[in-house]
Protein backbone atom coordinates (compact mmCIF):
# COMPACT_ATOMS: atom_id res chain seq x y z
CA UNK A 1 0.00 0.00 0.00
CA UNK A 2 1.42 3.00 -1.04
CA UNK A 3 1.72 5.84 1.93
CA UNK A 4 1.87 9.77 2.15
CA UNK A 5 5.61 9.43 3.48
CA UNK A 6 6.75 8.55 0.00
CA UNK A 7 5.16 11.85 -1.30
CA UNK A 8 6.62 13.54 1.45
CA UNK A 9 10.26 12.14 0.94
CA UNK A 10 9.58 10.26 4.40
CA UNK A 11 10.12 6.22 3.22
CA UNK A 12 9.02 3.85 5.79
CA UNK A 13 10.08 0.66 5.02
CA UNK A 14 9.67 -0.98 8.62
CA UNK A 15 6.86 -3.23 7.49
CA UNK A 16 8.23 -4.68 4.33
CA UNK A 17 11.10 -5.78 6.38
CA UNK A 18 9.36 -7.42 8.67
CA UNK A 19 7.20 -8.98 5.66
CA UNK A 20 10.22 -10.49 4.40
CA UNK A 21 11.36 -12.10 7.85
CA UNK A 22 7.55 -13.52 8.89
CA UNK A 23 7.80 -15.00 4.94
CA UNK A 24 11.10 -16.61 5.59
CA UNK A 25 10.18 -17.74 9.23
CA UNK A 26 6.65 -19.10 7.85
CA UNK A 27 9.01 -20.86 5.09
CA UNK A 28 11.63 -21.79 7.34
CA UNK A 29 8.98 -24.12 9.57
CA UNK A 30 7.23 -25.48 6.42
CA UNK A 31 9.39 -26.50 4.14
CA UNK A 32 12.07 -28.63 5.72
CA UNK A 33 14.36 -28.61 3.08
CA UNK A 34 18.63 -28.42 2.96
CA UNK A 35 19.84 -27.09 6.44
CA UNK A 36 16.86 -25.75 7.72
CA UNK A 37 15.81 -28.33 9.93
CA UNK A 38 19.21 -28.22 11.63
CA UNK A 39 18.87 -24.87 12.16
CA UNK A 40 15.54 -25.19 13.79
CA UNK A 41 16.25 -27.35 16.63
CA UNK A 42 19.72 -26.04 17.11
CA UNK A 43 20.01 -24.88 21.03
CA UNK A 44 20.15 -22.21 21.72
CA UNK A 45 17.27 -21.45 19.28
CA UNK A 46 17.92 -18.97 16.36
CA UNK A 47 17.32 -15.17 18.09
CA UNK A 48 15.86 -14.18 14.92
CA UNK A 49 13.31 -16.35 14.92
CA UNK A 50 12.34 -15.35 18.97
CA UNK A 51 12.10 -11.96 16.95
CA UNK A 52 9.81 -12.99 14.89
CA UNK A 53 7.39 -14.62 17.11
CA UNK A 54 7.23 -11.63 18.96
CA UNK A 55 6.24 -9.88 16.28
CA UNK A 56 3.67 -12.05 15.15
CA UNK A 57 2.39 -12.16 18.71
CA UNK A 58 2.55 -8.02 18.75
CA UNK A 59 0.19 -8.05 15.44
CA UNK A 60 -2.35 -10.71 17.15
CA UNK A 61 -1.32 -13.62 15.03
CA UNK A 62 -0.50 -16.91 17.15
CA UNK A 63 2.83 -18.27 15.02
CA UNK A 64 1.41 -21.83 15.80
CA UNK A 65 -2.05 -21.39 14.25
CA UNK A 66 -0.62 -19.07 11.59
CA UNK A 67 1.48 -21.97 10.64
CA UNK A 68 -1.67 -24.23 10.72
CA UNK A 69 -3.15 -22.43 7.76
CA UNK A 70 -0.55 -23.29 5.37
CA UNK A 71 2.46 -21.17 3.88
CA UNK A 72 0.31 -19.50 1.42
CA UNK A 73 -2.63 -18.44 3.68
CA UNK A 74 -0.26 -17.43 6.65
CA UNK A 75 2.28 -15.66 4.25
CA UNK A 76 -1.29 -13.57 3.59
CA UNK A 77 -2.61 -12.98 6.62
CA UNK A 78 0.65 -11.54 7.98
CA UNK A 79 1.53 -9.36 4.65
CA UNK A 80 -2.06 -7.75 5.16
CA UNK A 81 -2.14 -7.33 9.07
CA UNK A 82 1.45 -5.58 8.46
CA UNK A 83 0.48 -3.23 6.22
CA UNK A 84 -3.11 -2.69 8.04
CA UNK A 85 -0.77 -1.73 10.85
CA UNK A 86 1.13 0.60 8.57
CA UNK A 87 -2.07 2.26 7.13
CA UNK A 88 -3.21 2.75 10.36
CA UNK A 89 -0.13 4.13 11.30
CA UNK A 90 -0.13 7.04 8.45
CA UNK A 91 -3.75 7.74 9.16
CA UNK A 92 -2.07 8.69 12.59
CA UNK A 93 0.37 10.48 11.43
CA UNK A 94 -1.28 12.62 9.17
CA UNK A 95 -1.07 15.90 11.19
CA UNK A 96 3.04 15.42 10.57
CA UNK A 97 2.54 14.49 6.90
CA UNK A 98 0.17 17.75 6.28
CA UNK A 99 2.85 20.15 7.92
CA UNK A 100 5.68 18.70 5.86
CA UNK A 101 3.30 19.13 2.49
CA UNK A 102 2.02 22.73 3.67
CA UNK A 103 5.56 23.85 4.56
CA UNK A 104 6.59 22.61 0.52
CA UNK A 105 8.09 19.81 -1.16
CA UNK A 106 11.90 18.65 0.37
CA UNK A 107 14.67 17.12 -2.20
CA UNK A 108 12.98 13.97 -1.54
CA UNK A 109 9.43 14.64 -2.68
CA UNK A 110 7.42 12.80 -5.15
CA UNK A 111 8.08 15.20 -7.83
CA UNK A 112 4.30 16.23 -8.96
CA UNK A 113 4.81 18.44 -5.52
CA UNK A 114 7.20 20.79 -7.27
CA UNK A 115 4.97 21.80 -9.41
CA UNK A 116 1.92 22.48 -7.37
CA UNK A 117 2.53 25.77 -5.32
CA UNK A 118 -0.86 26.15 -3.31
CA UNK A 119 0.36 24.30 0.06
CA UNK A 120 -4.14 23.35 0.07
CA UNK A 121 -3.84 21.85 -3.31
CA UNK A 122 -0.76 20.02 -2.42
CA UNK A 123 -2.68 18.61 0.26
CA UNK A 124 -5.81 17.97 -1.51
CA UNK A 125 -3.66 16.37 -4.40
CA UNK A 126 -1.49 13.90 -2.03
CA UNK A 127 -5.07 13.08 -0.60
CA UNK A 128 -6.68 11.85 -4.03
CA UNK A 129 -3.45 9.82 -4.49
CA UNK A 130 -4.00 7.82 -1.75
CA UNK A 131 -7.90 7.27 -1.62
CA UNK A 132 -8.05 9.65 1.31
CA UNK A 133 -10.19 12.42 -0.97
CA UNK A 134 -13.25 13.21 0.53
CA UNK A 135 -15.61 11.68 -1.57
CA UNK A 136 -18.39 9.29 -1.17
CA UNK A 137 -16.42 6.30 -2.28
CA UNK A 138 -14.15 7.46 1.15
CA UNK A 139 -17.42 7.99 3.20
CA UNK A 140 -19.09 5.22 2.31
CA UNK A 141 -16.24 2.92 3.29
CA UNK A 142 -17.22 3.79 7.18
CA UNK A 143 -21.05 3.83 6.54
CA UNK A 144 -20.95 0.53 5.00
CA UNK A 145 -22.58 2.08 1.83
CA UNK A 146 -22.41 -0.24 -1.12
CA UNK A 147 -20.13 1.20 -3.86
CA UNK A 148 -23.19 1.14 -6.54
CA UNK A 149 -24.94 3.17 -4.41
CA UNK A 150 -22.22 6.24 -3.86
CA UNK A 151 -23.38 8.48 -6.20
CA UNK A 152 -21.64 11.91 -7.10
CA UNK A 153 -23.90 14.76 -6.23
CA UNK A 154 -23.54 16.06 -9.96
CA UNK A 155 -26.38 13.63 -10.96
CA UNK A 156 -24.25 12.01 -13.85
CA UNK A 157 -25.29 8.49 -12.43
CA UNK A 158 -21.53 7.67 -11.55
CA UNK A 159 -19.64 6.95 -8.36
CA UNK A 160 -18.39 9.48 -6.58
CA UNK A 161 -14.95 8.19 -6.57
CA UNK A 162 -11.36 10.46 -6.31
CA UNK A 163 -11.02 9.62 -10.11
CA UNK A 164 -14.62 10.60 -10.69
CA UNK A 165 -14.01 14.20 -9.10
CA UNK A 166 -10.52 14.52 -10.57
CA UNK A 167 -11.12 13.71 -14.05
CA UNK A 168 -14.82 13.69 -15.06
CA UNK A 169 -17.12 15.52 -12.70
CA UNK A 170 -18.54 18.20 -14.57
CA UNK A 171 -18.82 20.45 -10.98
CA UNK A 172 -15.16 20.70 -10.97
CA UNK A 173 -14.52 22.00 -14.82
CA UNK A 174 -12.68 24.66 -13.87
CA UNK A 175 -10.73 23.59 -11.09
CA UNK A 176 -9.51 20.79 -13.76
CA UNK A 177 -7.96 22.92 -16.10
CA UNK A 178 -6.28 25.38 -13.99
CA UNK A 179 -4.62 22.18 -11.79
CA UNK A 180 -5.06 19.43 -13.37
CA UNK A 181 -4.37 19.59 -16.68
CA UNK A 182 -1.10 21.72 -16.15
CA UNK A 183 0.13 19.28 -14.03
CA UNK A 184 -0.40 16.32 -16.33
CA UNK A 185 1.69 17.98 -18.95
CA UNK A 186 4.87 17.71 -16.68
Known amino acids: TPCLAHDTGLHIVTSNIWIQRCNYWIKSHLNHLGFIPDLLTSTPYPQWSYRVIDKLKSIGLDPENLLERGQNCARSLTSQRLKDIEAQNDYAALPFYYKRLKSGPSPNSASYLGFIKNPNHRWAFARARFDALPSAVLYGRYTQTPIQQRFCFCSSGQVES ?21 LLSH
Open 162 to 182: AAHILFQCPTYNEERKQLIIP
